[in-house]
């Protein structure tokens, strides 16, 4: 197991909704990747964040936001769910935001909107 | 923007058989990374190619980087049911935040 946990395991919302989603890091690991993955494709980077702030974003609209604590430890939050937004949500944390850096993810957290 | 596209996307085996994995991308990559995706699970880091031609292996996998850092391959020898998952390769932007997956190869290996 990689250390990084992810919690809650599953869940399923209703459009409109909003959404938080949790991650612990990896102990040491300083910087924290989510990933969007839906079902038969590769994840899509969403963001990532590096000592409590923002260090890059893919192609995701503002209602994806995140945030990242001093123990480094994160949160996604997705607001006016939609039914697209169906998917498992992966988080990765890693040592640094240093290129090349392996990535460890957690086991993910499903979401069913509805 | 940086795309990553991965052939075959289905790949059925008979235990025993090689399997290949090809990955290309539509700007030159800095690195490239290979994860191992088994069903219902989480991907799983396998490997990470920096130099241009680099080959590596690992056991009965074997890793390649292109020379133009555009492409790469996976090549697993004489498969067996403990292979059976999903492989993607990843490729960093530039500025080394964003890390870019293919749609991956599903391997399915009849024993």
């Not at chain 1, 974003?57 to 430890?73: D, H, I, K």
């Not at chain 2, 059976?84 to 530039?94: D, K, M, R, S």
Request: charged letters at 15%; aromatic letters at 12%; hydrophobic letters at 30%.
């Amino acid at each position: 197991e990689t250390g990084v946990t992810q919690s809650p395991t599953h869940l399923i919302k209703t459009r409109g909704q909003q959404v938080t989603l949790r991650c612990s890091s990896q102990s040491g690991h300083n910087t924290v990747s989510w990933y969007q993955q839906a079902l038969g494709q590769g994840p899509q980077f969403i963001f990532q964040y590096y000592r409590e702030e923002e260090n890059g974003r893919g192609n995701f609209p503002p209602r994806f936001s995140g945030l990242q604590f001093p123990n480094y430890s994160s949160e996604l939050n997705v607001n006016a769910l939609e039914l697209d937004d169906s998917a498992l949500y992966l988080c990765a944390s890693s040592l640094s935001p240093s290129l090349g850096t392996e990535a460890f993810f957690g086991q993910g957290t499903r979401l069913t909107v509805v | 923007g940086q795309q990553v596209m991965q052939i075959p996307q289905y790949q059925h085996v008979q235990e025993g058989e090689d399997f290949t994995t090809y990955c290309n991308s539509s700007t030159t990559l800095s690195n490239i990374q290979w994860y191992k995706q088994r069903p219902g699970g989480h991907p799983v880091f396998l490997i990470q190619l920096v130099k241009s031609g680099e080959v590596k292996k690992q056991k009965r996998l074997t890793f390649q980087f292109g020379e133009a850092k555009k492409n790469s391959s996976l090549h697993i020898t004489a498969t067996q049911t403990t292979d059976v998952g999903t492989y993607f390769c990843a490729g960093f932007n530039n500025a080394g935040n964003m890390l870019t997956f293919g749609g991956g190869t599903r391997l399915m290996v009849k024993p």
